[in-house]
């Protein structure tokens, strides 16, 4: 049986969610266990499904329809003089491709935007557009998925911890709210 692992490292990770999972290595868990077949990410189109088939013994087959067509590598874009720094494209960004604060203006590292598209969603003033790579002058090439794998890797790991963070001090205010109560109630207190 072939681990999904191995089927991880075909995959161009770039955790785009098009496959119908959560990101690159959720489907290789699927297709390793057999609950998603070889054919739904269209980011690594014919050459992914034709490695998958060789790697798990299996029929190549027409990438799948539903989860969207092969194209040219894209890269977000944004249009600096409509940006208003919401800063909401930031999270969604599966390897942190886009720099910018609250209130100034963002824009998109091309060597790191694995084109995703996932920030397009959540821009508020449509300012996000996916380019060709190719269209870009001096456009840097695409990521590797390595690289991409260990800044999506680093991205969920940021936000695990924020998120505890944030619970331990909404934790930290709680306490210290009922603390007050239980001191105006001390032994010896009528």
């Known amino acids: 049986m072939v681990a999904a692992d191995d089927i991880d490292a075909l995959l161009p990770q770039t955790q785009c969610t098009r496959c119908g999972y959560n990101g690159c290595k959720p489907y ?4 390793a266990s057999g609950a998603a077949d070889i ?41 600096e003089a409509v940006c208003i720094g919401c800063t909401k494209c930031l999270p969604p960004c599966p390897v942190d491709a886009i720099v910018g604060a609250r209130k100034l203006m963002h824009t998109v590292v091309a060597a790191l935007c694995t084109g995703c598209e996932l920030c397009i969603a959540p821009c508020p003033v449509d300012c996000i557009r996916m380019v060709p790579r190719e269209e870009l002058v001096d456009a840097p090439p695409a990521p590797e998925p390595g690289s991409n794998r260990e800044r999506y890797a680093a991205h969920n790991s940021r936000h695990t911890r924020q998120m505890a963070e944030r619970v331990a001090i909404l934790d930290a205010r709680k306490q210290a709210a009922r603390q007050p109560e239980e001191r105006s109630y001390a032994p010896g207190d009528t």
């Open 39 to 79: 054919n739904q990410c269209p980011p690594g189109g014919a050459a992914t499904i034709q490695a998958l088939a060789a790697l798990l013994h299996r029929e190549a087959l027409p990438l799948n329809p539903a989860n969207g067509v092969e194209g040219p590598e894209l890269v977000a874009r944004i249009d």
């Open 28 to 31: 290789a868990e699927a297709i």
